[in-house]
């Protein structure tokens, strides 16, 4: 199998189960990539990480366009964005081809309200290993905490906190240097 191939069922099969968003679907994507397939090391599925969160657009697919790019140059990058949108939008197809018979459904509403808090610990796991792994500690533990804050409980953009922690990096690393 070439690696096309094999980077389009890759990233085909974590399209398929990026249940809860592009975070949920990190833990996947890191297994795959990095530990199944050897295609990054530990360090640059975080450096992608890190930049396809600083892109516009669908995190996953971002994700999966960047990794592509750079295992095959431009060609990898659709092959990836492709293959990790075309589960979605399949699944978007066929919804918008039955809702109108299923949306008054009991058994389907159940069947939600039960998926909802598994999507909440997709969210979540990633959250505690990109902690681990961007080596936050008892010493740096108050800016994601406070970022947190400032973005869910006050309406802060994520842009100013992303900048202010950027500038605060830089300016610490002037200073400890």
């Not at 397939?37 to 969160?53: G, I, N, S």
């Not at 505690?128 to 970022?147: D, E, H, Q, T």
Request: a positive charge; proline letters at 3%; glycine letters at 10%.
């Amino acid at each position: 199998m070439g690696l096309y191939t094999e980077m389009f069922l890759t990233f085909a099969k974590i399209g398929s189960f990026t249940i809860g968003g592009g975070y949920a679907m990190i833990q996947m994507m890191e297994k795959e990539v990095v530990e199944k397939k050897k295609w990054l090391d530990h360090e640059e599925f975080m450096d992608t990480l890190v930049v396809a969160q600083s892109t516009p657009g669908l995190f996953a697919i971002d994700m999966a366009s960047h990794i592509g790019l750079k295992l095959k140059g431009f060609k990898g990058g659709i092959v990836g964005a492709l293959a990790t949108a075309l589960p979605s939008i399949v699944a978007i197809l066929l919804i918008a081809m039955f809702f109108q018979t299923f949306k008054d459904n009991v058994y389907i509403e159940k069947i939600f309200m039960g998926v909802r808090p598994c999507v909440v610990a997709l969210i979540l796991a990633p959250c505690f290993n990109m902690a681990r792994k961007a080596k936050v500690n008892k010493k740096n533990w108050w800016i994601p905490l406070a970022s947190a804050l400032l973005i869910a409980a006050w309406g802060v953009s994520p842009i100013w906190c992303i900048l202010a922690a950027g500038i605060g990096g830089f300016i610490y690393g002037k200073i400890k240097i």
